[in-house]
């Protein structure tokens, strides 16, 4: 590490990488300070998508898509929170930095043929074409630095270590009545088992993690300066402007300059702990998805230098429902409840009250809401998932994978309750026998005809999309009628921060009154969110992040002219 940058990243996930990227690809030199002993930050442990309207990839998977279809969509979904001034620089940047990562770095991208907008009832939402997705990478292209990229969720790999998509799963389910699903699991067992001679884990990479490998190898092969264990203490100034970092790095304390400026991408404020109960419902029972990392170093920093927290977002977070099992030392094993099992036939969720409270298929974010919600009226968290053995077997439910040989650990840790009658159940879980016993029986007749008459499950493209597609007439709805039964304890998390620094469409940290401080931007979940604390697609995360990301590496690589009249 040198004593002076051009510019200096705080972070090394997909912002932070997007702006170090831009920033090299224009002439600068560019120092990525990263605090764990990990490169990839949250955007590795995600599910990769990215939702930028009108990208180079949508017609060649059959949709058109067009700014004002977008800006009506954002309009509906996201409401009184829509900074017009930020979505107007996503619409118009998003495309660019697509064309940009593509052209210049490792960064692929495959759209989705069928992706339906979570709302896509809404004018202007689209039912595919918006979200794109990292194309699969092969770690080993990482060399020795495939050991420092942060691994994806345990709970999410299979056989231990073998990253998994939806076609996988799909095969690895079906292969012993498929041929060509036995082939496909095969090649994918074969290929892993090879990894694991050399590698800790499997070097075939998806979802975030290979958008974080893909990122990383280009900043490597950019040559750009990538440090670990490197965390900011401080922020050094001159006067107003913010010209380098204080880093401590393995008990070394350096001041580092930076002559243009100085990037904020930390991971946001998750697990700030005191800053979750100050802006988090039900703070105590609130688990997060993030890195423990991620606990607010960027807003303390922009803080500290006349920045602050944006204020008027529809939540602060991005909700997700999650299980916890505790092993019996205490320690936590964390699943969040997206798009594995809500969504399936012949599964159901209840409040205290044994009533169902919500459509299930809906999205994670929604759903936490109407968890939120529902609390205010009758107790809801936890709330509790109910399912049949048939539905166990074929689906899984969180941490209870499909086919899932001996329930022992997930029945002796308290995990998961089975019980030979519904009315048993009800017991175990602490609700009515009766409620719960003719919630059941509401479900079973709802499934049988194909409509939910209470929650309208089913009725959306979207509930649809993550269904059982082989599954009729409802591909949401079925039965939960062959015993045992099952359950699983929920609550609310999150899988990152929406609150965040507030900063202008130029990605620059502004004070209180609105003026940018000089030297100082922000992207990733440290920035806003510029959907207000809403969740109107899947990647309303990772877009923006890429998106700003690459805006402040323009506007910070622009000439002494264009820098004026960005300015202005």
Same mark, same amino acid.
């Given at each position: ?35 764990t ?40 979904t ?33 759209? @989705? ?9 809404r004018?202007?939402?689209? %039912? ?20 420092a990229?942060?691994?994806p ?18 095969? =690895? ?5 498929n ?23 499997? +070097? ?12 990383l ?7 750009i300066?990538l ?21 401590? %790095? ?8 930076a ?29 997060s ?5 991620? /606990?607010?170093?960027?807003?303390? =920093?922009?803080? /500290?230098?006349?920045?602050? =927290? ?8 991005f909700? +997700?429902?999650? /299980? ?27 409040n205290?009250?044994?009533r ?21 009226k ?15 077997? @074929? ?81 949401? =709805? ?6 045992p ?44 969110s ?26 910070i ?12």
């Amino acid at each position: 590490m040198e004593s002076e940058y051009d510019v200096i990243v705080v972070g090394s996930g997909a912002g932070g990488l997007s702006a170090a990227l831009t920033c090299k690809a224009r002439g600068l030199s560019v120092l990525v300070l990263e605090k764990t002993g990990y490169f990839g930050g949250s955007t590795a442990v995600s599910g990769g998508a990215v939702w930028i309207p009108q990208n180079m990839h949508m017609k060649g998977v059959g949709h058109d898509d067009s700014r004002e279809q977008a800006i009506a969509y954002l309009q509906a979904t996201v409401g009184p929170a829509l900074r017009p001034d930020m979505i107007d620089a996503f619409l118009t940047h998003g495309p660019e930095m697509v064309r940009f990562m593509e052209a210049n770095t490792d960064v692929h991208f495959i759209a @989705r043929p069928v992706s339906p907008d979570y709302q896509p009832e809404r004018e202007g939402a689209s %039912q595919g074409g918006r979200t794109i997705d990292p194309a699969p990478f092969d770690g080993r292209k990482l060399g020795p630095l495939f050991c420092a990229l942060r691994p994806p969720l345990h709970s999410f790999l299979a056989l231990g270590g073998m990253m998994v998509n939806r076609k996988d799963i799909d095969a =690895l389910l079906s292969m012993h009545r498929n041929v060509a699903s036995l082939r496909h699991s095969l090649a994918l067992i074969g290929r892993y088992a090879l990894d694991r001679l050399k590698w800790p884990r499997g +070097t075939r990479l998806l979802l975030g993690n290979a958008l974080a490998a893909r990122l990383l190898k280009s900043a490597v092969d950019k040559k750009i300066v990538l440090e670990r264990e490197a965390g900011v203490e401080a922020l050094l100034h001159q006067g107003e402007r913010v010209t380098g970092v204080r880093v401590r %790095q393995r008990g070394k304390v350096i001041d580092v300059r930076a002559r243009r400026a100085v990037v904020l991408a930390t991971g946001g404020i998750p697990q700030d702990l005191k800053l979750r109960k100050k802006l988090v419902p039900h703070a105590d029972v609130h688990r997060s998805m993030s890195p423990v990392s991620n /606990s607010g170093d960027g807003a303390r =920093l922009a803080i /500290s230098r006349g920045g602050h =927290l944006a204020t008027g977002n529809a939540g602060a977070a991005f909700w +997700t429902p999650v /299980s916890i099992l505790r092993d019996e030392n205490g320690a936590e094993t964390v699943f969040p409840h997206l798009v594995t099992d809500r969504q399936k036939p012949g599964i159901m969720a209840v409040n205290s009250a044994g009533r169902r409270f919500a459509n299930e298929a809906t999205s994670y974010h929604e759903f936490v809401a109407s968890i939120h919600r529902e609390h205010e009226k009758t107790p809801c968290i936890p709330a509790w998932l109910i399912c049949d053995s048939t539905f166990l077997k @074929r689906y899984g439910m969180g941490l209870v994978r499909p086919r899932t040989p001996s329930l022992g650990r997930f029945l002796r840790s308290g995990y998961l309750k089975q019980a030979p009658t519904i009315e048993a159940l009800a017991d175990m879980i602490g609700v009515p026998r009766n409620a719960l016993a003719d919630s059941v029986a509401r479900m079973n007749r709802a499934a049988a005809s194909g409509e939910d008459p209470d929650f309208g499950r089913g009725r959306s493209a979207y509930d649809r999309y993550l269904g059982d597609a082989s599954h009729k007439p409802n591909s949401c =709805l079925g039965p939960i009628a062959d015993g045992p039964f099952y359950a699983v304890r929920i609550t609310p998390g999150d899988i990152g921060s929406a609150t965040g620094i507030d900063v202008d469409a130029k990605a620059r940290v502004v004070g209180a009154d609105g003026t940018p401080i000089p030297g100082l931007y922000a992207c990733g979940n440290d920035m806003n969110s510029i959907m207000g604390g809403t969740y109107p697609a899947a990647g309303i995360t990772l877009g923006p992040a890429l998106t700003f990301g690459y805006i402040a590496g323009m506007t910070i690589s622009a000439s002494e002219t264009q820098q004026r009249e960005v300015v202005a």
